[in-house]
């Protein structure tokens, strides 16, 4: 019997224990990371996939959930370098169906969600790991095999298009004219003593 076949319960043990116990949590951790749940299952998939593709002794449920949500990161971002490269030549290929509306009325409340979309995949990452997560900047620096200093350029540059985005925009409303002593109505008392 080869090794493979006496390790293969094993590791499909712990792959069903980590779906079973911990599958919901790793849906929503992609969710926050991705912002789709459509793409969270496949990200969770694609990563359970990497994760367990190759035959690693030693898995537990807690350890395998630490390298599944790294897989979940870095399949977010390498998918989104491939669609930033694509959103550089998309525009000589199609045109936008539907015009956005151009008026400032139209969304009376602000998507976090949304937001968070329009970041890059590594700004989005960071920001998911250090207020979802929690981590420190030196841990996400780690989690991501980047220097702390860009880390913290990335957390920097994310929360600033966060901070313009979210800012609460200037009510609409028209200026009345301010009423001075000399505005005032004439009443008759007014007119009789010229007033």
């Not at 224990?17 to 793409?39: K, P």
């Not at 990563?47 to 870095?74: C, M, P, Q």
């Not at 250090?130 to 994310?158: N, Q, W």
Request: a negative charge; proline letters at 4%.
């Amino acid at each position: 019997m080869s090794q493979a076949a006496v390790d293969s319960p094993h590791w499909e043990n712990v792959v069903s224990r980590l779906v079973a116990e911990r599958g919901d949590a790793l849906t929503r951790y992609a969710y926050f990371v991705c912002g789709s749940q459509d793409d969270a299952a496949d990200l969770v998939q694609d990563a359970l996939v990497k994760t367990f593709g190759r035959l690693r002794n030693g898995f537990s449920v807690d350890s395998a959930e630490g390298y599944v949500r790294r897989a979940i990161l870095n399949t977010h971002i390498d998918r989104g370098r491939r669609t930033t490269r694509w959103r550089k030549i998309a525009h000589l290929t199609a045109t936008a169906e539907v015009a956005e509306s151009s008026s400032g009325d139209t969304e009376s409340r602000i998507d976090l969600h949304e937001e968070l979309q329009k970041l890059t995949p590594r700004e989005r990452a960071c920001l998911v790991l250090r207020y979802y997560d929690d981590l420190k900047v030196d841990d996400i620096a780690a989690t991501l095999e980047l220097s702390p200093g860009t880390v913290k350029r990335y957390l920097s540059d994310g929360l600033a298009k966060m901070a313009i985005s979210l800012a609460e925009p200037e009510p609409h409303t028209t200026r009345a004219t301010p009423t001075t002593s000399t505005d005032r109505p004439t009443t008759a008392l007014g007119a009789r003593n010229g007033n």
